[in-house]
């Protein structure tokens, strides 16, 4: 080897340890959990107070389906023999609803178990994720003539986070806002308490 390659070969590897090295101290406090930065971050949230059930989240959504799923507060619910959500005829009788009634969700994303074993009894209405386009009739029927424990929700988990969320951007009654989600818990149990507090 002559002495240009050599100093050639010396500079490149100078060069690769300088890169190296200042790349490792960059990163290296994300690396570890101790010393990372708190992992906080900003989501898109429906205000159900505000939010009619118009529709407009199933198709507005850049995602397909929707990252609004419809979702029920069981502690709000009456656990109905008939639930405004689940079927529109409430003049059905108890024992016809599975068979012939009507249904208000069209991909028949609520489901409806018996709590009590009995027709005339309690029931549990859910949602069922993988179904719901977020289409809101449920929420719609349940909020004018329920107990408005059905609610829609942007999913954190399959929203993509959009800078500018087309759906609040499109919604009618301007009930979607970003808010702060975090930071995680880490359940150390090491919190620090804000001034004032004893």
């Not at 898109?44 to 407009?56: E, L, R, V």
């Not at 990252?67 to 109905?80: G, L, Y």
């Not at 005829?89 to 069209?106: F, H, L, T, Y």
């Not at 386009?133 to 059905?150: D, L, P, Y």
């Amino acid at each position: 080897m002559d002495r240009r390659k050599f100093l050639v070969n010396l500079g490149r590897g100078a060069c690769v340890l300088a890169i190296g090295g200042v790349t490792y101290r960059v990163i290296k406090s994300q690396l570890n959990p101790e010393t990372a930065g708190p992992s906080t971050r900003f989501v898109w949230a429906i205000d159900p107070h505000k939010c009619t059930g118009c529709g407009i989240c199933e198709t507005a959504c850049v995602r397909t389906p929707s990252a609004v799923k419809a979702v029920n507060d069981q502690k709000k619910c009456s656990f109905c023999v008939v639930c405004y959500g689940h079927i529109s005829d409430k003049q059905i009788a108890s024992d016809k609803i599975m068979e012939a009634g009507k249904r208000v969700c069209p991909h028949n994303a609520v489901l409806r178990e018996s709590y009590s074993g009995t027709v005339d009894g309690t029931f549990i209405y859910s949602i069922d994720d993988k179904l719901c386009t977020g289409c809101g009739k449920c929420v719609k029927n349940c909020k004018e003539k329920g107990t408005q424990s059905m609610f829609l929700i942007i999913r954190p988990d399959l929203c993509i986070a959009c800078n500018s969320c087309n759906i609040a951007a499109k919604c009618p009654e301007k009930a979607i806002d970003r808010v702060w989600f975090g930071p995680e818990d880490d359940f150390k149990g090491e919190y620090a308490l804000e001034s004032g507090q004893y």
